[in-house]
């Protein structure tokens, strides 16, 4: 690994960022049936409908997993959906402030365990590369505090086009890229302040090592199973072409029970549940690597702790958009179960959370950062961003209470060891974990 290249002090400055449309993706719960204008027939629509007609109904993930993936035709595969110009946007594309605290909980851990000689930082679905960007700069911005570190960058991304976008944001492209788009690793590079970046399609591509993880708004995308409780016991929802007409789909549900159903709790008490399997085997091999090689992981998502119900939803041009209507063109999302991401790492790792955005920022001290950027920035316009980007990142009515944070960390960090004691303190000071307790910075 290269050592960390510090290019000086990294800007203090405020950045303008895009004008806040008012549509977030956490932002509505739907069944996903609001009135569509048309049904145009979309290169997806009928690939699902030739699919459907030779195999029968496909579940809701499978569905998901097309619509979103599928590396022909898939919504995130060729196109950038982030921001004004396209379907919704995030909080690293709102406001820097909300990468830069980010960035500072990563540092935080990285003391709090000793600081080892290297580490990995690896997000999941990196959008445009914004929120590791402003990781980055907070990274260079804090240079003496993590000299000697050496740190490599590890994308885990299936967007062809968002890859490019990430790659130029990054690297700026002052270096070529390595690329080859039939290895794991399908693009290499080296980011403008000198750190080795790799992107893979695949978490279980990215090398085992000491490393934090970080997934924002990443969960909500992966496929759910969608199951209808029903006199005769819990029923799979699939989806059909409707028999009236043609070219539309609808849903069904499964005459006999299906095998996704042994993912449902035998207590549960709602009549209507989704689960995300993938997502359970993506915490799981997290909470292995960070059992194994130690770190930590950060998720951030709009979600609840096991108690909606349908919560599967489409997005387009920052509007809802029914989840059947032009298969391809919108964004498909459904909130993440908090509850089942605990149980898939319980035994393995600690988990912390989930607890509020509102909550989480404050603790990590954004007052602070904000009032440190309003007294550097004397132009009008760029204030009244970072006023209203706060607003929207903290308002308990916007994304301050919709979104939450969820940590997962090796069981030795809240137990106390070697490095978690403080010499005053007899106890372990195991709820000192920055963002999710209010004392982090006491
Ligand atoms: N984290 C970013 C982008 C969120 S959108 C932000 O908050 O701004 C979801 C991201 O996950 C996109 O980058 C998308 O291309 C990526 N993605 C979707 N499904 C994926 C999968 N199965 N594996 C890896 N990345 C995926």
């Known amino acids: 690994m290269t050592a960390l290249v510090r290019s000086g002090v990294g800007p203090l400055c405020a950045m303008a960022r895009a004008a806040i449309p008012s549509i977030w993706r956490g932002k509505y719960f739907s069944s996903g049936n609001e009135p569509a204008?048309?049904?145009?027939?979309?290169?997806?629509?009928?690939?699902?409908i030739y699919k459907i007609k030779s195999t029968g109904p496909i579940t809701v993930a499978e569905y998901m997993k097309e619509v979103?993936?599928?590396?022909?035709?898939?919504?995130?595969?060729?196109?950038d959906m982030l921001g004004e110009q396209g379907d919704f946007i995030t909080s690293p594309e709102i406001s820097q402030i909300f990468g830069e605290l980010l960035g500072i909980w990563f540092i935080s851990e990285w003391m709090a365990t000793g600081?080892?000689?290297?580490?990995?930082?690896?997000?999941?679905?990196?959008?445009?590369?914004?929120?590791?960007?402003?990781?980055?700069?907070?990274?260079?911005?804090?240079?003496s505090v993590?000299?000697?570190?050496?740190?490599?960058?590890?994308?885990?991304?299936?967007?062809?086009?968002?890859?490019?976008?990430?790659?130029?944001?990054?690297?700026?492209?002052?270096?070529?890229?390595?690329?080859?788009?039939?290895?794991?690793?399908?693009?290499?590079g080296v980011t403008k302040s000198g750190i080795p970046i790799s992107w893979y399609r695949h978490l279980h591509d990215v090398p085992k090592g000491y490393s934090f993880y970080l997934a924002h708004e990443f969960f909500d995308v992966l496929p759910v199973h969608k199951f209808q409780k029903t006199p005769q016991g819990w029923r799979e929802v699939f989806i059909d072409i409707d028999p009236q007409v043609s070219d539309?789909?609808?849903?069904?549900?499964?005459?006999s029970a299906t095998p996704a159903e042994v993912f449902i709790q035998h207590d549960?008490?709602?009549?209507?549940?989704?689960v995300c399997p993938d997502a359970g085997v993506i915490i799981e091999e997290l909470s292995q690597r960070i059992a194994l090689t130690g770190g930590a992981a950060l998720v951030a998502d709009y979600g609840h702790d096991g108690t909606k119900t349908d919560t599967f939803r489409g997005f387009c041009g920052h509007k809802l958009h029914d989840v059947l209507i032009a298969p391809g063109t919108a964004d498909l999302t459904a909130d993440v179960d908090f509850s089942y991401l605990r149980r898939m790492a319980q035994g393995k790792v600690a988990s912390l959370g989930p607890i509020k955005q509102h909550t989480f920022l404050?603790?990590?001290?954004?007052?602070?950062?904000?009032k440190v950027l309003?007294?550097?920035?004397?132009?009008?316009?760029?204030?009244?961003?970072?006023?209203?980007?706060?607003?929207?990142?903290?308002?308990?009515?916007?994304?301050?209470?919709?979104?939450?944070?969820?940590?997962l960390l090796p069981h030795e960090r809240l137990q106390g060891g070697r490095h978690q004691r403080n010499a005053r303190q007899s106890k372990p000071f195991a709820s000192l974990v920055a963002g999710f307790s209010e004392l982090a910075w006491q």
Not at 362 to 370: A, E, P, T
Not at 386 to 395: A, E, I, S, V
């Open 37 to 48: 204008e048309n049904n145009p027939v979309t290169p997806m629509l009928r690939h699902l």
């Open 248 to 255: 539309k789909l609808r849903f069904v549900l499964a005459p």
């Open 68 to 79: 979103l993936t599928n590396p022909a035709k898939g919504y995130y595969v060729y196109r």
């Open 268 to 274: 549960e008490t709602r009549d209507h549940v989704e």
């Open 146 to 188: 993590l000299k000697n570190c050496d740190i490599s960058v590890h994308l885990v991304e299936v967007s062809q086009k968002l890859s490019e976008i990430q790659a130029l944001t990054l690297t700026e492209e002052k270096v070529p890229l390595e690329r080859n788009a039939g290895s794991p690793v399908y693009m290499k």
């Open 362 to 370: 404050k603790n990590m001290g954004i007052d602070v950062r904000l």
């Open 374 to 407: 309003l007294d550097k920035s004397n132009e009008p316009s760029v204030r009244q961003q970072l006023l209203q980007g706060y607003d929207m990142l903290m308002n308990p009515k916007k994304m301050g209470e919709r979104f939450n944070f969820f940590a």
């Open 115 to 143: 600081k080892s000689t290297a580490f990995q930082l690896v997000e999941l679905g990196p959008g445009r590369g914004t929120l590791v960007g402003d990781i980055l700069r907070v990274f260079t911005q804090l240079g």
